[in-house]
Nanobody, 121 residues
Framework: QVQLVESGGGLVQAGDSLRLSCAAS????????MAWFRQAPGKERDLVAG????????YYTDSVEGRFTISRDNAKNTVYLQMNSLKPEDTAVYYC??????????????WGQGTQVTVSS
């Protein structure tokens, strides 16, 4: 079983930066792909960024490309999402997710409880 705990959300102004962290416990290692999803009110949960187990492959949705950076520290079992130049449309609950395997854009099996990010204009 895998447990994921997110932290780092908050209320910021447009143009500010935030770094989200996701601490993983249980059976997690470099064989697990990790990702960040977000869900805004009234919208579906969408994949924002993902990273392979080794950290060598990453994926970003178009709207965050160049502003967000996903990274991982396997020694600490932690995944990060550095968010720069935040926009009001980035406001959402951000979820950390994990799946065993090499695919990033696939169904995820484990989820954190979410952390709120609110960007004011």
């Amino acid at each position: 079983q895998v447990q994921l705990v997110e932290s780092g959300g908050g209320l910021v102004q447009a143009g500010d930066s935030l770094r989200l962290s996701c601490a993983a416990s249980g059976r997690t290692d470099s064989s697990y792909a990790m990702a960040w999803f977000r869900q805004a009110p009234g919208k579906e949960r969408d994949l924002v960024a993902g990273i392979s187990g080794s950290g060598q492959r990453t994926y970003y949705t178009d709207s965050v490309e160049g502003r967000f950076t996903i990274s991982r520290d396997n020694a600490k079992n932690t995944v990060y999402l550095q968010m720069n130049s935040l926009k009001p449309e980035d406001t959402a609950v951000y979820y950390c997710a994990a799946r065993e395997g090499i695919l990033i854009r696939a169904k995820y099996d484990y989820w954190g409880q979410g952390t709120q990010v609110t960007v004011s204009s």
